[in-house]
């Protein structure tokens, strides 16, 4: 009972994030801080994304191993709950971009616009976990 509890806060930790990225693509991409922030707000929901994956999988008795978001996305794929594989792989790259080269000015309005294509492929999964959960 304590793991579907955990699972669940993990899952409105998960909506809590995803709206906020949601609501930071509203804000016109016009200032440097928006954009930058809302690339923050990604990397936020990309560990939170996964460490939900991951609680889930647990869950239902899937062993991971090594434990690591890369795995987790392995064995998500395998539970079918993740689709197009490229997408994902890309999702982990970009997030580890965004955080290791943070400021490179290149990078920072690619990352914006990927970010906003992937997004709803992350809003499908959320909403996949919390149909199953809750």
């Known amino acids: 009972m304590a793991d579907n509890r955990k699972l669940l806060d993990s899952l409105g930790n998960l909506r809590k994030a995803v709206d906020k990225l949601n609501a930071a ?3 016109p991409k016009d200032r440097e801080l928006v954009v930058e922030g809302t690339i923050q707000r990604f990397e936020i929901v ?10 889930a999988l647990k869950y ?11 795995e987790t996305m392995k064995q998500a794929f395998s539970a079918g ?3 197009n594989e490229p997408i994902w792989q890309d999702l982990l790259d970009r997030r580890n971009t965004t955080s290791h080269e943070y ?7 690619d990352n914006y616009d990927d970010i906003k294509v992937v997004t709803p492929e992350i809003v499908k999964v959320l ?8």
């Open 127 to 134: 909403e996949l976990l919390e149909t199953r959960y809750k």
């Open 25 to 27: 693509f509203l804000i």
């Open 81 to 83: 709950w993740l689709h």
């Open 103 to 109: 400021l490179d000015e290149a990078l920072i309005e």
């Open 46 to 55: 990309v560990e939170i994304l996964w460490k939900s994956l991951r609680r």
């Open 60 to 70: 239902e008795g899937v062993r991971i191993n090594p434990d690591t978001p890369r």
